[in-house]
């Protein structure tokens, strides 16, 4: 198939490149690399070294003798560039990953509230345009967040929710109750594209991902210009890959508040496998479809614990520290979201076991040196931004 990756330089969106050239498609990425300047306005590096997009199309190139084609370019603010790309290349699914995804830096302050609902609403809507206009029939998997749903006091369905009211009945997309200004903006990406497929006939997955853990994917490690942009800070790292850093570097693990907040999580590995999937099989002309994709919920506590017990096993005393919560969010609650449309269609997860802990902890020991210990704790507080 001809697969268009956008944000194909990121954290999720190089592997899934990788992932998709090993198996014989014809893949192309977009990419602005503004992620890359995000990162730089707060000092923020991955914890190993990142090779420019070039070098690693290049090297995969050479590896592999498998071509990826390379679009430079911001579908937010240039529509005509992303038009282009879309009539070349004509892409029979389109692999979309090109949103500013943290949470924090959506609360830093107006600014970024904007740059963050703007850059993701507007390419998505450029997205919407530019595929009604020339490849109507290409199939939209489009990265959506389990925090759109935020922690409603009632089961979390797969998007959409039966209800009856007076007697009568319909379906609808689910309440939503996000908890950032960037998740908020993932509810608004699911709304423009509902309407698209319902009025267009556009064919859409919007994937509800759960909070990633991983370095390592079977084309990261084939060579060091592979790698891919793991982040520990409190900006961009998400909390279990921030804690096992803090927990090899000697530094308390930072809970926010009492840790009872529940989420769904899933290795790197698993959302390879579940946009796989979801390529392999469309959603029909017209369809809004959405998956709930995690394998496993945990509370922050537990993920703590984990941690802490692996360091144990590996010598290292791990303290867990219960800081301020800079986020305003439940800190106990109910939390059971239904995740069974990627069981039915054959996800084999990869559960977070001790020696997925101790794997990572392994490849973050290799590369401590590198960790700047002032990026750690959180300063960007929900309440005052
Ligand atoms: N947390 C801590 N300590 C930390 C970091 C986080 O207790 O050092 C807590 C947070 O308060 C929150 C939970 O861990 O309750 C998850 O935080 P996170 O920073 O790992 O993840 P989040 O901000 O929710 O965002 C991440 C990704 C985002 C994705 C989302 C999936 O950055 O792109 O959409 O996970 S989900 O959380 O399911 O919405």
Not at 287 to 295: A, D, I, K
Not at 352 to 366: C, G, I, K, N, S
Request: glycine letters at 8%.
């Amino acid at each position: 198939m001809r697969i268009l990756i956008m944000g194909g330089d990121g954290y999720l969106g190089w592997p899934t490149a990788m992932h998709f050239s090993s198996k014989g498609h014809d893949v192309a990425i977009l990419d602005s690399l503004v992620k890359r300047y995000w990162e730089a306005e707060f000092g923020a590096e991955p914890l190993i070294p990142v090779s420019s997009i070039q070098t690693r199309v290049r090297g995969w190139e050479r590896a592999t003798g498998r071509k990826i084609q390379l679009y430079i370019g911001d579908i937010s603010t240039n529509h005509r560039f992303l038009y282009d790309v879309i009539e070349r290349f004509q892409p029979e699914a389109v692999v979309h990953y090109a949103e500013q995804p943290s949470a924090p830096y959506s609360m830093f302050g107006r600014e970024y509230c904007v740059e963050t609902q703007r850059n993701n609403v507007v390419g998505t809507l450029n997205l919407m345009f530019a595929l009604q206009r020339s490849a109507p029939d290409a199939h939209v998997v489009k990265l959506g967040t389990m925090g759109e749903y935020g922690t409603p006091n009632i089961d979390i369905e797969e998007g959409w929710l039966d209800i009856t009211h007076n007697g009568r009945q319909d379906r609808v997309l689910f309440p939503k109750k996000p908890g950032s200004f960037y998740h908020l903006s993932k509810v608004h990406d699911s709304n423009n594209l509902e309407f698209a497929c319902r009025i267009w006939g556009l064919r859409v997955t919007d994937l509800n991902q759960g909070v990633v853990y991983g370095i390592e994917t079977p084309q990261t490690t084939m060579d060091k210009d592979f790698v891919t942009s793991f982040h520990y800070d409190a900006v961009f790292g998400t909390v279990l890959n921030r804690f096992i850093v803090q927990a090899v570097n000697g530094i308390p693990l930072t809970v926010y508040g009492k840790g009872g907040q529940t989420r769904g999580f899933l290795n790197i590995l698993d959302t390879l496998q579940c946009v796989e999937l979801a390529v392999e099989n469309p959603a029909d002309r017209g369809e809004f479809r959405v998956f709930n994709q995690f394998t496993e919920q945990f509370s922050i506590n537990d993920l703590a614990a984990i941690v802490q017990r692996v360091g144990k096993g590996l010598g290292q005393d791990v303290v867990v520290d219960h800081i301020a919560n800079p986020r305003v969010e439940l800190e106990e609650h109910y939390y059971n979201a239904k995740h069974s449309k990627f069981s039915d269609m054959g996800l084999q997860p990869h559960l977070l076991t001790d020696d997925v802990v101790a794997r990572m902890w392994e490849t973050v020991r290799q590369n401590q040196a590198r960790v700047h210990h002032s990026l750690v704790q959180p300063d960007i507080k929900w309440k005052q931004g």
